[in-house]
Structure formats: C-alpha cells, structure tokens
C-alpha cells in the first residue's frame, strides 16, 4: 500500500464516521469536521450508531434467508459487528468481499477482518463511482461467484456520491450483474424528516461545503431500486427497520436522517 496516497490532513467519510462510532482510527481533520457536522446537525452520532445497528440486523436477515456471499462497498473502518463476523455469525461458510477507496482503511481491514477460515474474507481498494471495475477484479471473482445470489451493501455510501446520473449508473450496474435470489441493503441520508429550519440549514452547510453528504428523498431511492421487492416495511429510518426491541426509544430528528432499506431481486 502507497502511503504517500493517504492525505490525513483531509477529512475522509470512513474515519470521520469511525470517530462517530467510538473508534480510534482517525486524524485531526476528521475529528475537526466530525465536530463540526455533529454542531450543525447534533443527532448525527446518534444516527451514526443506528445505521451502524442497522447493518448487523439487514445483514443477518439476508444470511438467514439463504444467501452465503456479500459484496460490502463502501465498508468503512473495522468496528463492532462487521459483516464477515454477522454473516459468519449465521453461517460459518459465508464469504465476503470488502471494498472501500480509502488506503487506510484497507490497511486496517487486511490486518483486523479475519474471518472464520470455514468461509472467505477478502479486500479490494476500489471506488463505487466505477463499478465495472469492482466487478472486473480478480478479488472479487476468486471470492463470490455472481451466478449466485449475493448481498450487496451500499450503507451509508451512495450520499457521498453527489451526481444522481452516477449513483444511478452504480446502482444498476452492480444490481444487473447479480443472480436472482440476490439482495440489496443499502441506506441514505434524507432531509425527508426535516421542517424548514431543518432544511435551510442543511443547504447550508451543504453549499458551503460543511457537508460531503448528499441528501435525497425515500422517493428517489425508490427509483434507483425499481425492479427489486423491497423487503417490508420498505425504506424506513434506520431504527425502524426490523428492530430487535420494537419498543425501545427510536432517534428521532429534524435534522439530516438516515433511511435504510433491503430489496430483492426475483
């Protein structure tokens, strides 16, 4: 790995996000802007955290209903409940491919995601925003065969992919190349939640490039995964999705909100 490609005086979605969740694998520039964001917007660690639990229980939804391969896009910084460890969790056979397009955190998964040596972990360094070469890499067909179904992950990735043409071509791109019987997890910031306040100033802060995240509506998510079955009870906030204590206390925000959803194709 090239360390002179790792720039940590730049703030980086991955280790910012590690901030969030307690870990301590990040640098000044990602605390400062994780502060920043956290100031403007300050359910987002509590948003973070939920997403986080999100992952585990979509995740082994897909691994009890079957499925032994998941491509992880976008994995971000090793942290409690990987997906190797869910999904392993369920069945020891399971493999993964892990995909992020930050160097560090690559270093960090080969040296910490050790999987159960019954099933497969593997990494790749490559960028969502080029699909056709995450699908192209030998990493990935040495790990996952695309003839069976696979769980695709794109949690909390595709808002930092600000053109919507692009996360369309991403999304249909990797969605045409799995079997049937494949799933799809994924989940977004919205601003779907948001009064007025809420809104104006997340456009701020967005035009002012406080913010790497693209916002976008539950609706247009739809649209990216027209021609999937979303699995009930559809694109919901993250702590609504399947949760293991359906009484417990949910985030609740008027601020930038996550929404998450699993899909599957027939």
Do not use: C
């Not at 400062?32 to 917007?41: H, L, P, R, V």
């Not at 998964?109 to 960028?127: F, I, M, N």
């Not at 989940?187 to 693209?214: L, P």
């Amino acid at each position: 790995m090239d360390s002179t490609r790792i720039d940590t005086s730049v703030p980086h979605p991955a280790r910012r996000y590690s901030y969030w969740l307690g870990g301590k694998d990040h640098f000044a520039a990602d605390r400062e802007s994780g502060d920043a964001i956290a100031k403007a917007f300050p359910a987002v660690v509590e948003l973070a955290r939920a997403n986080r639990a999100f992952l585990r229980r979509a995740v082994r939804h897909v691994a009890e209903a079957g499925v032994r391969q998941f491509l992880d896009i976008g994995t971000g910084l090793p942290a409690p409940g990987n997906t190797h460890e869910v999904a392993q969790g369920v069945a020891p056979e399971a493999r993964v491919v892990y995909v992020d397009n930050d160097p560090i955190v690559m270093m960090h998964a080969q040296a910490l995601l050790v999987g159960d040596p019954r099933g497969r972990t593997s990494y790749l360094e490559a960028d969502a925003r080029e699909p056709e070469v995450i699908l192209g890499r030998k990493e990935l067909a040495e790990t996952i065969d695309l003839g069976q179904p696979v769980g695709l992950l794109l949690v909390a990735l595709l808002h930092f992919v600000h053109d919507d043409a692009q996360v369309e071509h991403t999304v249909r791109t990797l969605v045409d190349a799995l079997a049937p019987g494949s799933y799809v997890v994924l989940s977004h910031g919205t601003m779907d939640f948001s009064d007025a306040d809420g809104i104006a100033a997340y456009e701020k802060m967005f035009a002012a490039r406080g913010t790497d995240v693209r916002a976008r509506s539950r609706a247009r998510l739809g649209e990216y995964l027209r021609g999937l079955e979303l699995v009930e009870p559809g694109i919901v906030p993250v702590a609504d999705w399947h949760p293991d204590d359906s009484d417990a206390p949910r985030p609740v925000s008027k601020d930038l909100g996550i929404v998450g959803v699993v899909a599957t194709k027939r």
